[in-house]
């Protein structure tokens, strides 16, 4: 080398080889004065090796145990360790491990451990004095120690963060040993050793930038600008993100031609002393899993937040180490904390580690980690006192210098890290308390927390951000399938893993288990189908499904799901209550007079409970309620069958639908449509709900239309009047504000008309079936409208309800002249008009008349028709509102009629009839119908020859049904088509 042994040099101190060797950067492998001897089994290899890495400093028996046997010491722990020692002292001599406390401490010389060595070698490069060419042979020194992966005989976890340690140590080497080649003006050397740690690294800015760098240094212009293009088109793909400003200054150089700058290579570091003891950087974050897909725009956002003040201080040309100065110039003078929240299993703590290890580079003094176990059953959840030692002693404080109160350790930890930039990683936290307890002061640093609370206290006081962690999108569960099943397969049947991923409600972890299953079959493309199968039987009994073979409780999402349940029994057992009772509930959405009914307590209470809920992810906010995700729910409902009586799970049901039937009620007023007898009464739900006008109660009704067939089906079910009052209540909404809504009006209407049946409830089945009847008229389904009337006319007729029978007869005639069974419909016709004569109701007998004038037209007996028109408009427009239909609603039936059957003989009366009932009603009529005459009107116009009158009403037409969603009525077609033919008249 040319240098002379001594401080900082990078030769060797002693000419010979020393008398004890410890090799961890590859196998770990024991050397005695020159003979290779076997280091031992397993965990004696495992103490050697983290003692080593430690050298010099003490380590206590709870690190030394986490180590070698992670979170399932055996019973025997202290038996075994001492056993381990006595074992390595044999090995090592009496003198090289010594006691300290209740832990251990092993004295080496840095030229006895290749990790020591390392790390002096890499002070040594580091420092800004040194010579360019010797700092360039130290770090090729450095480098040659490694002879494979580092620790590549031990396992376990804590090792998984040593190796991680160590191959960043060695990153860092081959990153300062290129930048000393470009500096020397040796680039071609470097081009190999970037070549490979890019294609090893592809997102890896800095060996992106040096690669540039090198290239541009030896005149491959074409090369640094493909190699620019490459690593931004990886960056915008796999995370969101747009090159850094080192990346783009390269670029930018690149493309002005000029001279490459020497990288600042070097930054100052402490001279190191003959044998020192480095400042420790350590480096804890678990390893990100091999198979982690998806969560693009998740990732993109947390690495955001975590890098926002080191992209600010470089884009002001200071070094990451000075990034703490903008974030306190920006106003914040504590650490950067970020909160992922979000249900068991939903794969936090992966989206986390993932994030943290793309930003660990930033934070150059190390990176912290510790589990609080937070939901483990297993184990009681940590505080700040269990863990706050473990970070100290990572940081090199001595056993003995770590006070006892867990207040001095935390004002300790906050000034060893004071002026150093660490992130911290906290996972599955308890509550806010214990984060806050365990962080630091210093505003260089940052926080990453993951918990199944939704941490509003630490947003409160530290400012934190959150990122609420939610099922997967569903490319991103076909990825990760993929990734676990085979490309082959999951391309090939694309329908079955899209049923899997529909039943594990796009859940990480169940979509891991399933996955799991299929591939026990040795057909996977069987497997698939089986697992498939049993999951779509399942039923109430999916979570039970959802577990491996091996019964490992972190893989049975049951389990996962129970850990939230027990820690909340435990804390609100009253929230535990609501937690059951909205599972064995009929609906997926739940406000606080919803969840009221369930509990029967205060909507105020229940506000408070579901908050409560929501806070820990048992519940996610959805609008202005909330929900239960299909798993939770089952969940739920598993723990309401287990510790409720079926009496108590079956009133609070039962109150939960009399309340959605009395809100049904509600609905159908602020509509504009009278409450029928048989309907539930409103009772407070108006005031409750806000359903103060129409625009409101359509807002209700859409989002609560599924839940409100879900509960048409429970009380079927249990025989409750509320399956065939919500239908009754719904009407106003499916009829008049929203005909698009086909199959809710379908399946809700024949499963109340048959429960209304069932009960002998005949009003209400007359009620409801001549509402489903209407359905099938206005979509072009006259037979099955006809066959429904007769049921309803039947049930009229047995009910004995004189006013209804009027209706249903009227119904039954109109079908009938549709499909041209004339005398039959007179006949009917005359008799429903005989019996609104004898009921005195104006707008019965108005709509009488009108179908009387229908069926006298299509007869041919156009004088008596004329007549009988004029009858019901006279009829219509002198009714008041105490009738069965309001006079409004008689009024436009006979436009309506009028119009479309005059259309073809006299379009300009029909106009006429139209102009004078929107005159008259304009706003009270219902917008359904206030659309269908504007329609009707528009296609009078054209036939008569009125186009620009036509023209103005067609658009208001189209624009009404659009606003309705009412896009497949025949007059919402006409509107449309009149419009069309103006724009292209060939």
Request: proline share 5%; charged share 20%.
């Amino acid at each position: 080398m040319g240098a002379t042994a001594g401080e900082g040099s990078v030769a060797r101190e002693d000419a010979g080889e020393p008398d004890l060797q410890v090799r961890l950067l590859g196998p770990v492998t024991l050397s005695v004065r020159g003979m290779q001897v076997p280091a031992g089994p397993r965990l004696q290899r495992s103490l050697l090796a983290v003692l080593a890495i430690n050298a010099g400093l003490a380590l206590s028996r709870s690190v030394l145990v986490d180590f070698l046997w992670g979170e399932q010491p055996p019973s025997t722990v202290s038996h075994s360790l001492h056993t381990l020692v006595w074992s390595l002292r044999r090995l090592l001599g009496p003198d090289r491990l010594e006691r300290v406390g209740d832990g251990y401490r092993l004295s080496l010389g840095v030229e006895e451990c290749d990790v020591l060595r390392v790390r002096q070698l890499a002070g040594y490069v580091q420092r800004r004095d040194t010579p360019a060419e010797e700092a360039l042979a130290g770090a090729e020194q450095a480098l040659s120690y490694w002879t494979g992966s580092p620790l590549s005989d031990v396992e376990g976890v804590a090792a998984d963060l040593a190796r991680a340690e160590l191959e960043n140590l060695r990153t860092q080497l081959v990153a300062a040993r290129v930048e000393l080649l470009i500096e020397l003006s040796r680039a071609m050397e470097a081009l190999s050793s970037l070549r490979s740690e890019a294609a090893n690294d592809p997102l890896n800015e800095r060996f992106s930038e040096l690669l540039i760098t090198a290239l541009h240094q030896l005149g491959r212009r074409p090369e640094a600008l493909a190699e620019f293009d490459r690593v931004r088109h990886a960056l915008r793909e796999e995370l969101g993100l747009d090159p850094g400003p080192g990346l783009r200054a390269a670029h930018e150089k690149v493309l002005r031609g000029g001279d490459p700058e020497r990288p600042p290579a070097r930054v100052d570091t402490p001279v190191p002393k003959p044998v020192p003891k480095p400042v420790p950087k350590p480096a804890q974050l678990p390893a990100t899993s091999r198979d982690f897909i998806g969560r693009h725009g998740e990732t993109a956002q947390l690495v955001g937040w975590l890098t926002q003040d080191q992209d600010a201080a470089k884009a002001q040309g200071e070094d990451a180490a000075q990034a703490q100065d903008v974030g306190a110039a920006k106003g914040r003078a504590g650490p950067r904390v970020v909160v992922l929240h979000g249900p068991g299993g939903i794969g936090k703590t992966s989206l986390g580690l993932r994030a943290a290890h793309l930003v660990a580079a930033g934070y150059p003094d190390g990176q912290l980690y510790a589990s609080l176990r937070g939901f483990d059953p297993a184990h009681p959840a940590l505080v700040a006192a269990d863990v706050l030692p473990g970070f100290l002693w990572a940081l090199g404080v001595l056993d003995e210098d770590v006070p006892a109160a867990a207040a001095e350790q935390s004002a300790m930890l906050r000034t060893v890290i004071a002026d150093r930039r660490i992130l911290l990683f906290l996972d599955d936290a308890p509550s806010g308390q214990v984060v806050q307890d365990l962080l630091p002061g210093a505003a260089g640093c940052a926080v990453l927390v993951t918990s199944r609370h939704r941490m509003g206290g630490l947003v409160a006081r530290e400012g934190a951000r959150r990122l609420d962690v939610r099922p997967m999108a569903d490319a991103e569960c076909v990825e990760l399938m993929s990734h676990l099943l085979g490309a082959e397969l999951v391309a090939g049947q694309p329908d079955r893993v899209g049923q899997l991923i529909e039943l594990c409600s796009r859940w990480p972890l169940a979509l891991r288990i399933a996955a799991e299953q299929v591939l026990e079959h040795d057909d996977a493309a069987l497997g698939l189908d089986e697992v498939c199968g049993q999951l779509s039987r399942a039923g109430d009994r999916l979570l039970d499904r959802l577990g491996t073979a091996e019964e490992d409780p972190a893989m049975m999402m049951g389990q996962v799901l129970s850990w939230s349940y027990q820690r909340l029994s435990a804390a609100d057992p009253r929230a535990a209550a609501l937690y059951r009772l909205l599972g064995a509930g009929p609906t997926v959405h739940f406000d606080q007079h919803s969840a009221a009914r369930l509990l029967d307590c205060p909507p105020d209470q229940a506000h408070q409970l579901l908050r409560a809920l929501a806070a820990r992810h048992m519940l996610e906010p959805d609008g202005v309620q909330h929900r239960m995700h299909d798993l939770v729910r089952q969940h739920a409902r598993a723990q309401a069958d287990l510790q409720d009586s079926p009496a108590v799970l079956g009133a609070a049901v039962d109150r939960v639908l009399a309340w959605y039937a009395a809100a049904s009620s509600a609905g159908r007023v602020a509509l504009g449509t009278p409450l029928r007898e048989g309907m539930a009464a409103p009772g407070q739900s108006a005031e409750q709900l806000g359903l103060g006008d129409a625009d409101a109660a359509t807002a209700w009704f859409s989002r609560s239309l599924d839940d409100l067939m879900a509960c048409v089906q429970v009380a079927a079910d249990r025989g409750h009047p509320a399956a065939w009052q919500i239908p009754m209540g719904l009407i106003g909404y499916l009829l008049l504000a929203n005909l698009g809504e086909t199959r809710a009006h379908e399946i809700s209407h024949r499963t109340g008309a048959a429960a209304a049946a069932k009960a002998g409830e005949h009003l209400a089945e007359a009620t409801v079936l001549t509402n489903l009847a209407v359905l099938y008229e206005r979509h072009d389904d006259p037979q099955q409208g006809i066959s429904v009337m007769r049921r309803a006319d039947a049930a009229a007729a047995r009910a004995g309800l004189a006013p209804l029978r009027v209706i249903t007869m009227q119904h039954l005639g109109e079908s009938l002249l549709d499909v041209g069974q004339h005398d039959e419909a007179l006949a009917l016709l005359d008799d429903s008009l005989a019996l609104a004569t004898e009921l005195g109701d104006d707008a019965l007998l108005s709509v009488s008349y009108v179908m009387l004038f229908r069926a006298l037209w299509a007869t041919g007996q156009v004088e008596l028709a004329d007549q009988d028109l004029a009858q019901a408009f006279e009829v219509a427009e002198r009714a008041g509102s105490g009738g069965y239909y309001a006079a409004f609603e008689a009024a436009s039936f006979a436009a309506e009629s009028a119009a479309q059957t005059l259309m073809d003989v006299d379009p300009a009366r029909g106009a006429e009839y139209v102009r004078r009932t929107l005159d008259r009603f304009g706003d009270a009529l219902m917008p359904y119908d206030h659309a269908c005459l504007l329609s009707l009107l528009a296609q009078a116009e054209q036939a008569t020859g009125d186009g620009a009158s036509a023209l103005q009403h067609a658009r208001a037409a189209v624009a009404a049904f659009e606003s309705l969603g009412s896009l497949e009525t025949k007059e919402y077609l006409s509107a449309r088509a009149l419009l069309t033919a103006e724009q292209d008249p060939r």
